[in-house]
């Protein structure tokens, strides 16, 4: 199962490693950004599952970010909570109406932001119109994050399920290791593309026990596709 992606956007260092230090003990995948500017260059690069953002940041405020954030069509879905010492009901009210799906004030106990972001993660999920993705039995649930054939669990590493989800959703259509390394991995990361090569093999070992490696096919000359056709 893949770990969800919280993205943590504080400029105070100590703050910011320490939120990411208890998500990671919890089982989240982690990111941070100190800025706007890296906040904007990492959401691009991967979008997460939930933005954690401090209200006071240099460049531009939280708020303005989290409202950014809510008109793009491409991460309006992404569920924004916000991190403050603004404590009054005016400013709860004022981030809440800029799009922030909660709001916690400063100071907080771990156990109480990590109930914040689960109950923030279950309501975005529920909300989701493309939850599960089938194909002749094998069944890929976004909002677990687990792939199943029947009752029986693939048991998959991140990038592997990443890949699938990429490939299941793109169905009958060729993508070259580029490609698949900008929509995947992300533009910002530097790796070489047999990368692609030894991550579609493990997808393919993984599959290979309920027979459905052969969805993963190798198109000579031009990249891999997803596809329940036999080549």
Request: aromatic share 6%.
């Amino acid at each position: 199962m893949a770990a969800r992606q919280i993205l943590i956007v504080e400029d105070e260092r100590p703050i910011r490693e320490m939120i990411a230090f208890g998500l990671r003990r919890s089982g989240f995948e982690v990111r941070e950004a100190a800025d706007v500017s890296a906040a904007r260059a990492s959401i691009a690069d991967r979008r997460p599952d939930l933005v954690l953002v401090d209200w006071m940041l240099p460049e531009m405020s939280g708020l303005e970010l989290t409202r950014a954030l809510k008109r793009d069509k491409e991460t309006q879905e992404v569920p924004v909570i916000m991190l403050t010492a603004r404590a009054e009901e005016q400013d709860k009210v004022l981030g809440l109406d800029g799009g922030a799906d909660d709001y916690v004030t400063k100071p907080f106990s771990p156990r109480e932001l990590l109930a914040r972001i689960n109950a923030v993660l279950r309501r975005s999920s529920n909300g989701s119109t493309e939850e599960v993705i089938e194909a002749e039995g094998l069944v890929l649930d976004a909002a677990s994050h687990r792939v199943t054939v029947g009752d029986r669990t693939v048991q998959l590493g991140p990038t592997e399920y990443r890949l699938l989800s990429f490939f299941m959703t793109h169905p009958e259509r060729v993508y070259s290791r580029t490609q698949l390394l900008d929509r995947v991995w992300g533009g910002n990361v530097y790796v070489e593309e047999r990368t692609v090569d030894v991550h579609i093999r493990r997808l393919r070992k993984a599959l290979e026990a309920f027979s459905y490696d052969r969805f993963i096919q190798t198109v000579r000359g031009s990249g891999y596709r997803f596809s329940t056709r036999a080549e």
